[in-house]
């Protein structure tokens, strides 16, 4: 069998997608479970607001340079 040039990209392109669905329909059953994923997050999170490091503090930034202007004009340099 032989495939015609006008449905090489279609074939192709089913061919992608379906190695694609198969991949993603694999790791989709071994997947863990969603509730324990969402146990695990909340679990670090607690995890997270209970340690006693306090956040810094923003320092000032200096801008050097000129301020910036929009170039309405481009052809006036």
Known sequence: MQIREDN???F???TVALC???VA???ALLEPDSGQIARQVADQRVA???S???PASP???RVVGAPFTLNV???QR
């Open 8 to 10: 090489r990209n279609m």
């Open 12 to 14: 192709l392109l089913a």
């Open 20 to 22: 694609c669905t198969v």
């Open 25 to 27: 329909g694999t790791l």
């Open 48 to 50: 997270a607001d209970s």
């Open 52 to 54: 006693g490091i306090a």
């Open 59 to 61: 320092e000032p930034v």
């Open 73 to 75: 004009n481009p052809s």
